[in-house]
């Protein structure tokens, strides 16, 4: 079956780095996208990675290993307002998108 | 420019009762989906649409209807609503295909079936 893995929740420092990490096994792979969702509120796009490496946009890093079905979002310079959850999901070969349960952030002073 | 908005944003149904979900976006997007979104789990794909007059089943399809009559609007119906069906849903659409990666999403509609 297909499979997305990802930390159930996640504790860090305002100011700090966190790594959030998601693994995936699908029948196949066309891209992997990072969402980000406020509770109550809906997803919002972060990044998309389709080649192997490190994709950076501002505070936010994304990076893709195929080779090893794994990715990491990369949060830098942590404030309070990234307490959320965060979405990993993968298109597969039928170009459907299989989503991970969501890694809840949470960001303490 | 409202984006992706969905109607309505909270209902309570008895179990049995019938309800449509309405999906409207501005955007000129021709791929719409419909998913529910329940805690601990994944966004779960229930009913997409590539373009005006066409559907497909996601991957939880069952107890669900769609229509696409109208490229902008794309209407989830629950025939027969169950407590199963307590969930958050959520209408998104896309420009093109997905390999361009942005989903947007309406707001979401909470519904509670008693």
């Known amino acids: 079956g297909q499979n997305i893995d990802q930390p159930t929740e996640m504790t860090a420092t305002e100011g700090a780095i966190v790594q959030i990490n998601c693994t995936y096994q699908?029948?196949?792979?066309?891209?992997l996208f990072w969402y980000q969702q406020h509770a109550g509120e809906a997803p919002t796009f972060l990044s998309y990675n389709v080649l192997d490496g490190l994709e950076e946009k501002g505070r936010f890093s994304s990076f893709l290993s195929r080779s090893k079905g794994y990715s990491y979002l990369l949060l830098k310079e942590l404030q309070m307002k990234d307490s959320a959850s965060y979405l990993c999901?993968?298109?597969?070969?039928?170009?459907?998108?299989?989503w991970g349960a969501g890694t809840k952030l949470i960001i303490k002073p | 420019n409202a984006g992706v908005t969905q109607t309505p944003k909270f209902r309570v149904l008895k179990t049995g009762q019938s309800m449509t979900l309405l999906c409207a976006q501005d955007?000129?997007?021709?791929?719409m989906y419909w998913y529910r979104q329940d805690p601990g789990m994944g966004l779960r794909l229930i009913h997409y649409s590539v373009g005006e007059g066409t559907t497909a089943k996601g991957e939880v399809p069952d107890g669900y209807n769609v229509s696409r009559l109208k490229k902008q609007n794309f209407l989830l119906g629950l025939e027969s609503a169950a407590p199963s069906q307590t969930s958050v849903y959520f209408c998104a659409s896309m420009e093109g295909g997905l390999d361009t990666g942005e989903l947007f999403f309406g707001e979401g509609s909470r519904l509670t079936v008693l």
């Open positions: 999901a993968v298109m597969d070969s039928n170009y459907q998108l299989i």
């Open positions: 955007m000129n997007h021709e791929y």
């Open positions: 699908t029948s196949g792979f066309n891209g």
